[in-house]
């Protein structure tokens, strides 16, 4: 069974950082390409960003561009997701995904339960 932990979520101050991390268990996260999904109370969930599953191709949503950075360890079986100069409005639950395509974010295959990010004063 494919398994994702999401992990490294909380509450930080605006302007803060965090490190959301996402493990895999079960298989081998390096055939896939991962996405992370974010839900903000009352919105719908809202693609953040994807890495294909060498890591060679990474894309961002307008509104994280420049702040958040998409990494992954296929050694560590683990994509890290660090997220800079955060906003209240990226306050959210964050979920990390297995996608079928290794090039891109399409047709989940597998959803993390989500993390939990609070930014607020």
């Known amino acids: 069974q494919l398994q994702l932990v999401e992990s490294g979520g909380g509450l930080v101050q605006p302007g803060g950082s965090l490190r959301l991390s996402c493990a895999a268990s079960?298989?081998?996260?390096?055939?896939?390409?991962i996405g992370w999904f974010r839900q903000a109370p009352g919105k719908g969930r809202e693609g953040v960003s994807c890495?294909?599953?060498?890591?060679?191709?990474?894309n961002y949503a307008d509104s994280v561009r420049g702040r958040f950075t998409l990494s992954r360890d296929n050694a560590k079986n683990t994509v890290y997701l660090q997220m800079n100069s955060l906003k209240p409005e990226d306050t959210a639950i964050y979920y990390c995904?297995?996608?079928?395509?290794?090039?891109?974010?399409?047709?989940?295959?597998?959803w993390g339960q989500g993390t939990q990010v609070t930014v607020s004063s």
């Open positions: 079960g298989f081998t996260l390096d055939y896939y390409a």
């Open positions: 890495i294909s599953s060498s890591g060679g191709i990474t």
């Open positions: 995904a297995a996608h079928e395509f290794q090039d891109r974010c399409a047709r989940v295959v597998s």
